[in-house]
C-alpha cells in the first residue's frame, strides 16, 4: 500500500520569506513523487516530479522539492514567497512497481498556504 | 496544446438521479482518470482508462462508472445519486498512465446533489 502524509493543514509566511511545505510517503517499492497546486474553484496544476535521478528537482513558478529516501520526505520548497504562492498544495505518490499504480495517484490531504503582504 | 476540457462545469442533481460528466483530454493522450474531490475525503481515485479498457479501478461502489471512446475521450456515470456524492469530480489524463507519467488535470465539474 502507498500513502502520503501532509502534517501542516496551514502553513502561513509573509512575502518575501522561505516557503516549505512538508510531504512524507510510505510505499513498498521505489517511488515517484508529484507535486501540485491547486487555486480556488480550479483543477490541480502540475509543478514539479521526482521520478529519478538529482535529489533536487526544480519545477514551475519558482518551486523546487528535495527527496530524501533516509527520511522518505519530499518537501517542497521557494526561496521567496509570494501573495500569488497562496493555495492549496498537495503531495502525490506512486510505488514504480505496483500493479495498482496505473493511472492512480495517492494524495496527501493538502496544506493550505497562505502568504502575506 | 489544449488542455483537459471537462464539461459541464457545475450540475445540480437530486437524491435518486443519474448524471454523466464528459472529459476530453489533452491531444494524444491516452491515458485518463478520474478522482472525486471533497472536504472530507480529500482526492479519491476512482478509475483509469486506457484504450477503451478500465485498468484500475478504486474502492468506490458500483454506482460509479466510466467508459472510453475510441478518440480517448472519457465519460463517468453516476447512478442512483446521494447526498454523499456532491463533489468536484477531476479529470485527469497522459500520455499512457504509467508510472512515470505526469497527469494533467482539467478544471472539474462541481457536482451538487440535493
Known amino acids: 500500500a502507498q500513502s502520503v502524509a501532509q502534517p501542516e493543514d496551514q502553513v502561513n509566511v509573509a512575502e518575501g520569506n522561505p516557503l516549505t511545505v512538508k510531504c512524507t510517503y510510505s510505499v513498498s517499492g521505489n517511488p515517484y513523487l508529484f507535486w501540485y497546486v491547486q487555486y480556488p474553484n480550479r483543477g490541480l496544476q502540475f509543478l514539479l516530479k521526482y521520478i529519478t535521478g538529482d535529489n533536487l528537482v526544480k519545477g514551475s513558478y519558482g518551486f523546487e522539492a528535495e527527496f530524501n529516501k533516509s527520511q522518505t520526505s519530499f518537501h517542497l520548497k521557494k526561496p521567496s514567497a509570494l501573495v500569488s504562492d497562496s493555495a492549496l498544495y498537495f503531495c502525490?505518490?506512486?510505488?514504480?512497481?505496483?500493479?495498482?499504480?496505473?493511472?492512480?495517484?495517492?494524495f496527501g490531504a493538502g496544506t493550505q498556504v497562505v502568504v502575506t503582504p | 496544446k489544449a488542455g483537459v476540457t471537462q464539461t459541464p462545469r457545475y450540475l445540480i442533481k437530486t437524491r435518486g438521479q443519474q448524471v454523466t460528466l464528459s472529459c476530453s483530454p489533452i491531444s494524444g493522450h491516452r491515458s485518463v482518470s478520474w478522482y472525486q474531490q471533497t472536504p472530507g475525503q480529500g482526492l479519491q481515485f476512482l478509475f483509469e482508462?486506457?484504450?477503451?479498457?478500465?485498468?484500475n479501478k478504486g474502492n468506490f461502489p458500483g454506482r460509479f462508472s466510466g467508459r472510453q471512446f475510441s478518440n480517448s475521450r472519457s465519460e463517468m456515470n453516476v447512478s442512483t445519486l446521494e447526498l454523499g456524492d456532491s463533489a468536484l469530480y477531476l479529470c485527469?489524463?497522459?500520455?499512457?498512465?504509467?508510472?512515470?507519467?505526469?497527469?494533467?488535470f482539467g478544471p472539474g465539474t462541481r457536482l451538487t446533489v440535493l
Open positions: 482508462y486506457f484504450s477503451e479498457t478500465q485498468r
Open positions: 502525490a505518490v506512486r510505488d514504480a512497481y505496483s500493479a495498482d499504480s496505473w493511472g492512480k495517484l495517492q
Open positions: 485527469a489524463s497522459s500520455p499512457t498512465g504509467q508510472s512515470t507519467d505526469t497527469q494533467y
